[in-house]
């Protein structure tokens, strides 16, 4: 199954990388010089002054994208192993507490009392 996997993202990786290739050869001005997509606070970088081409924005764009996603995972994945931790020690004192119930001797003050009799009664 994790051959299946990995072998379906590089597919997926190769059809996103043609994609780009073509979205860059696309996308050429009347002049002949490629399109230039301006970045708010980074065209104020040095080096970024016109902008980016087109596949280093969507690049870009992605690569941000992911990493959001990697640090909304790992802290999903901390917040559940602590959930986790915690149902484990309440789990472990309730052990505790039905052991000891289990543990504890009954009275031999209790009468017990047949159903006949009681029908006798009635």
Do not use: C, H
């Not at 299946?4 to 996103?16: A, R």
């Not at 999903?76 to 915690?86: G, R």
């Not at 209790?110 to 159903?115: A, M």
Request: zero cysteines; charged letters at 20%.
């Amino acid at each position: 199954m994790k051959l299946i996997k990995y072998i379906l993202f590089i597919i997926i990786l190769i059809i996103s990388a043609v994609f780009i290739m073509q979205l860059d050869a696309m996308n050429i001005l009347s002049d002949g010089s490629k399109t230039m997509i301006k970045i708010p606070y980074l065209t104020s970088a040095v080096g970024f002054d016109n902008g980016l081409l087109a596949w280093q924005a969507i690049i870009l764009s992605l690569s941000i994208g992911v990493f959001i996603g990697f640090i909304i995972a790992l802290i999903q994945i901390i917040s559940q192993k602590a959930e986790i931790i915690s149902l484990k020690s309440s789990l472990r004192k309730i052990n505790d507490e039905l052991d000891s119930l289990r543990n504890q001797t009954l009275d031999d003050d209790i009468e017990l009392v047949d159903d006949e009799n009681i029908d006798d009664e009635i």
